[in-house]
């Protein structure tokens, strides 16, 4: 057997390293506060979050960096922890971190919110999700977006976005309204009704793209997308 | 006399705690610097403040919760010791405590600007109050709020919100005007000019809800009642 | 010669103010992390910066409390660092201080992008200017403005911004436009495309003021004369 | 009833604080992490720690400075909830938050040493106390002060100080010695064998005043009494 | 006149840098809390202080590097200002200030303690001043060294340490005691009598190089010349 | 090929680790301030240092706790980068880093000191090493050790630590002085003179064990079997 000492001078990097991923599983399992590292709904969730951002987002030069430094993904990390809390009724630690994330990252994600997998937040700064809202798969969300409420009545009063929407920089969408699959949200919009699959609406007060009674419908998934261009032609008849 | 050791024997946590109110006390009474903590005025805004997100935002499920968590409570009793140092002429200290709150909460309020009691800045992310804007009682902000200015001269030059104005996520009020007692502005408007009490405005740029001539008006204090969504049957004839 | 405790007894507050400027200097020229502190185009750009606070916020009482306080300077300022970092080709470590300036001021500037002199980051919170973008000088920036990009492909993507332009709290600009010399863009604006020199745009979507075939121009340099309020009139016809 | 605007109308400070506390309790109740805030023997302990301080420090001005500001103070009872931890198994949080204290305070407990009621950390910067270290009741510790093991075998390694012992700033008690009750330790000692209860020790290496076999008693209690200086006549025979 | 633009363009820094100055200068006059900045006496304490780092620690190299990093430096002009808050009995913000100090730097001088000038506190960490202690001029302390009290007494009861004295690591001085001018205290001693002018003390407990009757005395300024070895021959005759 | 989605919907995770390793290397290759994370011997020494943390150390359980938790270990890591800059010239920042080790940790190691492999600094707290100390392999310090100069000249003026050393808590050692391979200094001593390899000192002034001219000597190596009790027995006959 290698003694320590032998193993020091060998390098012994590997044997190292073998010893602290089996350790830190170890604590994983036996640390309650530790284990949504080991639970492979979150993990499998991360994973899907990173390349999200890799391949959606072009300032994006490599997963690393995003690991490292992305707001965003470090924000919407720390918001599925606080989720699980909060499905556990640890409710007073779930709001602390929530606020902690808030504070750290000025993302202000509830913790009872249910956010899918492979969601972009680009940029985050100012991201509010409220208590009630859903958020499917695939989903893309540039900063300075609400999901909001409205009113203070309790209840589900927050929106539901399918898989595969894009919602644009500081859109906000208020109310318990339904976001469907596919659908393009422009850059500032302000939202109060429900939004057919696979189209697109903008402005303040929102206006369906080719009006309500034919809208134009696209076939890609903006979400995965990250196209914000397509509605300019049709803009620019009218707009400037 | 009990002895201290008695006392701690005994548990003697009463007494503890009765010293420690007592001693901080006569602490803020002999420093000026902590003398914002015993001002009549400051304490019942406090709790004014307080019962308003408890009662206003369905998410806040408890005082301490607020008083623990809340970025806009905790940036909102910040700013109030700045405007108290500001009112004492002690400009150089007061902007810097701005800076602060403006760099740990991302919440910009000018020192100078006068804001009244059962205040709800909800969520507050992002909220830039101006140097001479004016606030009343009973005030619900959403985040993203801008009370601007217009122009580099100096001068009174930001919003006065009355009591009661209830003020949508991302909305922009710029300039020395007037938003009347229990108006409403809706989430992402751009207001430039005054608002009548108890009428309700929407869009960028903002239009007055049932035109200038014969606005709609409500009964309700929108401040209070927290209620974004009166007006979506409004829009629905014409948005989307 | 004076000895060292001569001049600690005669004072000597000047004899070590010299030393100590001498010994920065020559710090910055051998050690290349710091060679950013002598390059005269960084330290004119930052001189022009601390005068456009100046003189175009009229809450700016002095350079000093700008020096200190203002994050929107102290961002830009950390930017330019990032930028020279950037052109030579240390993306690792501009990324890590771009994520890092994001973190502290809630200011997101990607370090390629290019920043003239003279730039007012007024508040600052949220703002996010994107790889391509290109900012000409004296330029006036409010908090939560976009500079965005559309899609997901490289490439040349973001605005390009004139000098002398104004753009307002909260607005969004998206994609390879060109937004003309002394251009006014309104607070809350969503703008997809080219915007003329020396006119306006307005709302969501934005409007040319005075429409596409006749737009009114103005004289004045909007990015430093910060008048956000010129077309109140202009909108009062329509707008409540 | 009164409604929640009246109180604030009224103050309603009163009434708030009863909600913050009873809502403080509710929470400790249900959420595994704030269960020590209600554990009385914790509480007890820190009420015995401020009278501690209060009355065996003189620099100590009030309770209130303590409970704000006084590093030792703090340390020790963030080590008790560590302490707590640890004996629930928690081991890899127990050990984080050691981590933190020792960083935050230069206070560095293993957390699973028993540390007993009314201790007073003097100073505190540079404590160590070991894995297997126990301290009586009413102990005072000055700063530097090491209860170290000897060797790198496992099992009972560390001192076990008596009820009513004194430390001297600086002293160093290593091995699984026994201090007896109201021992005194001088400062800088260091001390590697049992030391008889009443009796002191000075010197590197430590010497017992008094000799081996006819060593000097005392009746005071040093712990409480906080005398550095009784021996400082029996040391002016040989020391200067 | 220049216009503001002209200065930009023209470069302006030196004028700015002017404008800085004045600023500075007119707050600190008007602001309380800024005063100590214009203070003649702590001005000249700071450089002396700078000076004294500069030429009797041969690891530091430059004055700027002092002024950027030395925490013995930076904890001191900070006692500076907390001890100018005592003398005008603001105790709160003085202990607050002494807590903090003692946080971040791990040096813990009570605000209430006199300081010389030209003192140099070389790597500082652990350095425990108590309240009546008395720090003469051209004074050198080396870390961990302790000026402590005796006893839980108030009253005088801290060193009085001469001009031009050295300290020596891990040196405890307890009580108060007279440390005469020009004295050497070795490093780890522990000292608890009156130490003659000009003479050497090492040990625990510590003895007077030379013998009481007739110490050593030696020419040299200790805290200036920062000898610590010259008692090495001395020692050797019995030590190893 | 497999398309970035369906890596996500697979999981996805080992493949995302792979990209992340690749990517990391890529940028340690050619961002310079990366660089030491690729070099052989810095790696070599950090493995060895963990190795020695875990199996010297009987409170260190696992090496994934010593990585993230002992700030021995972390400043040891930190300042073996600090080094790496000296070496290369780049003395601002080294410094610059040596500062901020010294502020977050209380662990103050001069850039220029030489450190071997194998490294213990268990505790860590107030160890302060000089300029021209050099340090051995397998070597283990505890807290409070000062490896010190003399004097205010410039040269080498420090301690040479041989391999396999054991130096106890709070051990000042001034002065080029030479402790031979194997020695073990006793905690509290105070070191002036070279120590022969394989023996023990202990006290202040510090004594040889088995006196000058017979010495005891031991077999062990102390830094790796950290037996601080083997003297005790040599003391008792005259300690106590």
Chains 1, 2, 3, 4, 5, 6 share one sequence.
């Not at 609406?201 to 034919?214: F, H, I, M, S, T």
Request: proline letters at 5%; aromatic letters at 6%; one cysteine or more.
């Amino acid at each position: 057997m290698l003694s320590p000492i032998d193993l020091a001078n060998d390098g012994g990097e590997a044997w190292v390293w073998i010893q602290i991923k089996a350790e830190a599983r170890r604590d994983a399992e036996t640390e309650p506060a530790l284990a949504s590292y080991l639970d492979p709904n979150l993990r499998s969730a991360t994973v899907a979050d990173l390349i999200a951002a890799r391949y959606r987002d072009p300032a994006c030069v490599s997963f690393s960096h995003c690991l490292l430094n992305y707001k965003g993904f470090l924000a919407c990390q720390a918001h599925r922890v606080a989720h699980k809390l909060w499905t556990e009724s640890r409710m007073p630690l779930a709001l602390a971190l929530q606020s902690r994330i808030s504070d750290v990252f000025a993302v202000d994600i509830h913790p009872a919110a249910e956010i899918g997998k492979g969601i972009l937040f680009d940029h985050a700064t100012g991201v509010v999700v409220g208590e009630t809202a859903v958020i499917g798969n695939n989903v893309s969300i540039l900063h300075h977006v609400t999901l909001g409420g409205t009113g203070k009545a309790g209840g589900d009063r927050h929106p539901k976005i399918g898989d595969g929407v894009l919602i644009g920089a500081g859109a906000t969408i208020l109310g318990n309204v339904k976001i469907g699959k596919g659908a393009k949200i422009g850059a500032g919009s302000v939202v109060l009704i429900d939004v057919p699959p696979k189209t697109t609406v903008v402005g303040n007060p929102a206006r369906l793209v080719g009006g309500k009674d034919q809208p134009r419908r696209h076939d890609e998934v903006p979400g995965e997308s990250m196209d914000h261009t397509s509605f300019i032609s049709e803009w620019s008849d009218y707009v400037i």
